[in-house]
């Protein structure tokens, strides 16, 4: 079982910067591949960023990517994701997700395990 708890969501006016954090449990958190997702009201939830097990190549979705940058400390369980330059349209809950089976990087079904998430509000 892996359990992730989110933190650093918040209010920032447009063009301002949020990092968020994600801690997890677990001995092999070194194996997992971890993604951050985000779903806004009355939208499904969509792919952020991903990392893999070595923190290298991350992949980022086309509407973040040159503005977010995703990271993992696997010594202290955490992937983080720094968020710069937002806009009104990040506006989401946003969920840090764990891969722990072979599965697509960039969908949700790719994920076995959740956080709760955590809001981030961009205010115009």
């Known amino acids: 079982q892996v359990q992730l708890v989110e933190s650093g969501g918040g209010l920032v006016t447009a063009g301002g910067s949020l990092r968020l954090s994600c801690a997890a449990s677990g001995r092999t958190f070194s194996t997992y591949i971890m993604g951050w997702f985000r779903q806004a009201p009355g939208k499904e939830r969509e792919f952020v960023a991903a990392i893999n097990r070595n923190g290298r190549s991350p992949l980022y979705a086309d509407s973040v990517k040159g503005r977010f940058t995703i990271s993992r400390d696997n010594a202290k369980n955490t992937v983080a994701l720094q968020m710069n330059s937002l806009k009104p349209e990040d506006t989401a809950v946003y969920y840090c997700?764990?891969?722990?089976?072979?599965?697509?990087?960039?969908?949700?079904?790719?994920?076995?395990?959740w956080g709760q998430g955590t809001q981030v509000t961009v205010s115009s």
């Open positions: 997700a764990a891969q722990t089976a072979w599965g697509t990087q960039v969908t949700p079904t790719g994920y076995n395990y």
